[in-house]
């Protein structure tokens, strides 16, 4: 059986969990407390030398880490990755400008704000601005488009909505953002996301 | 022909024109200067909304942008990408890790020294720290293996390649990472490097 270890509080992990919860395989959970160390043991580094949240460890004892690299796997043979190569390679544009553009951004002012309890005026200008230029293309993107590639939900729309759809705990409201706000309540249905 | 906007200092740019070379394709390469607001521009932006370089565009008119993805797509069918799917999910693990731990640290240090001119006291502590981080976890994988997946050179060593290569003029110095520092090498033939 697959073990996935995950906080699962994180964007980055839920986006595995999803994704196994929808394609219906075994898994099991280990829940990993990053604020405690537990990703720096001597054993979380010997299967991911990173040090991060999620890995997945396969039942042969081999482990995977970053969540898109281990979605990209799962999700192998399935509808969410476009059989087009052109798409498929836009597919993995839109993951990478996820982890450089968005995550950096959306997702760690909200782990400023939801894990280490910093207030709003405590966060630095810089991620909200740059989080807010990383929506913005959004909204841009998906005024046009149901889905951020081709006419069908894939692996992007996954990756991107995990910190999306909770940027209002980074202090980014998404009233601005119509397009976005009705492409997660896409996402979410089309991923079975609660 | 494809068309690839790039500036010719930068990694990421040259990560695709590495591979178009290697692979003896057909191109044509803009220099885009990111310094002058090119990237900026209506034109580009139509383009790119990202604003970013590298940016390719194929005969028919549709980009693809993201350095990783260009490669992807480029390298499909070649030696470059493990036939074997958890070997290609490890390629994308470390092409995925390369723009989250490593370019962020040891290109942005680059950058500031050979772009913006900074003196090495100049540049935030934190970057130092997180790119000797990567590089000595690169250090350490690459102490037992000639490549970063499998036993053939592979799109994750070009895109770490990239930026380690240079690393010294970020103010990293590669004495202490003898590993790597054979890898580079190793890595610069198996593309044609120069």
Same mark, same amino acid.
């Given at each position: ?8 509080? =994180? ?13 219906? #395989? ?13 990703? #720096? =043991? ?22 995977l880490a970053q969540s898109n690299?281990? !979605? ?8 969410? !990755? ?25 997702a760690v002012a909200r782990f ?10 405590? @966060? ?12 913005? #293309? ?8 149901d889905w951020l590639v081709g006419?069908? +939900? ?10 999306? #759809? ?9 009233? +601005?953002?119509?397009? !976005?706000?009705?492409? @997660? ?7 079975? @996301?609660?």
């Open positions: 059986m697959l073990t996935v270890f995950g906080d699962i509080r =994180s964007g980055n992990c839920l986006k595995v969990k999803w994704l196994l919860d929808k394609l219906k #395989r075994d898994y099991r959970w280990v829940e990993t407390d990053v604020m405690s160390g537990a990703t #720096r =043991s001597t054993e979380f580094l010997a299967m991911n030398p990173a040090g991060q949240v999620p890995t997945l460890v396969l039942e042969d004892g081999r482990a690299a281990i !979605i990209g796997w799962l999700g192998e043979g399935t509808d969410f !990755i476009p059989a087009d190569a052109y798409l498929r390679a836009k597919m993995y544009e839109w993951m990478f400008w996820e982890q450089y553009s968005h995550e950096p951004y959306v400023q704000r939801a894990y280490l309890g910093k207030r709003a005026e405590e @966060i630095e200008p810089r991620l909200m601005k740059r989080g807010h230029a990383a929506l913005a #293309r959004m909204e841009a993107a998906l005024a046009g488009a006419d069908a +939900p894939s692996l992007a729309d996954l990756a991107l909505v995990a910190y999306t #759809r909770v940027a209002p705990e980074g202090g980014f409201a998404l009233e +601005p953002y119509p397009a !976005i706000r009705r492409w @997660i309540g896409r996402v979410e249905a089309a991923f079975g @996301i609660g």
